[in-house]
């Protein structure tokens, strides 16, 4: 896959998985981090994008001439909206309601041509069904390291898959970088991508 | 998580993918590979039982006192079954024909107690629904030789999640085990899993 655009883009996260995906779609890519604060108020369909809006701008500051994408991930289920757990005992908390039910799992997309100040955004979402787990279930997951970092507490491309029953929508979303809805917003800028 | 079982699984498959995902599942296994033909005709839920079966049958021939674990994945879209492609011109094909549709991927499971002749079995299915495809998103794509080996010519936790817009059932089924089903298979024959 050739791509004749000339700029590499800036992606404005630390996540190693959005790294890995974005690296999936043959995108020539940099990181830059920036420090927005994740914590907010509000319905998550609005939260995710406002967030991915701040971490852009905050980037595209930084990084004049630049395009930059960013992306915030949380979980929704019932009126709790999930970010990354703070602790083992968060994380065995969330782990607990996800426990034998559907939730949303929102991705806000921000993208922004720093030389000419154009943004785009795009928000995605995917329903995610748990199987019940079991107390010794979410101990032993959580014992495993793996919820650590990841909205919700738990990692579908990893060992949390076999608690997975079924989905619906993306599953890159549910790592936190939905690839068709991504690759659908980087076009808005340059068709090549 | 620990696992209390005695006996490692023997898994009847060459997929790479396959002892990824078994892994995850914090199952100890080996792999015992069997030489089932996979040509068969028939409807494609009935296809991938049957050649599940018949994997784990040969392999619990060779494996008495095991307990065997074999899968089987095609993808079905419209009345075309679709196996992993011949070479790159049949995986050109298999990707015109999912572009901008939705498709079918099964995979039937067999599990064998080859001590005492126990057999089960399960089957998945998830609908996958790709993006248009361009010829060039095709020929990239194929260049990259990600689609050769897989059923239906693509891999959605590779370069294809791109194209994949939405999905609806368990994501690891398309990458050719699902963990959620495999585990409540494994679980008929001890808890512990």
Known sequence: MTHTFQRPIVLASASPRRSELLTYMGVPFRVVVSDVDEGMEGPPQALV????????????????????????TVVACGDAVLGKPRDEEDAARMLALLAGRWHDVYTGLCAI?????????????????????????????????????????????????????????????????????????????????
């Open 49 to 72: 994008v406002t967030l991915a809006q701040r971490k852009a701008q905050a980037v595209a500051a930084r990084c004049p001439g630049d395009l930059v994408l960013a992306a915030d």
């Open 113 to 193: 041509d720093a030389a000419i100040g154009r943004q785009e955004t795009a928000l995605d979402r995917t329903r995610v069904r748990f199987l019940p787990l079991t107390a010794r279930d979410i101990a032993g997951y959580v014992a495993t390291g793996e919820p650590m970092g990841k909205a919700g507490a738990y990692a579908i491309q990893g060992r949390a898959g076999m608690y997975v029953q079924a989905i619906e929508g993306s599953p890159s979303n549910v790592m936190g970088l939905p690839m068709a809805a991504a690759r659908q917003l980087l076009q808005k800028f340059h068709p090549a991508f």
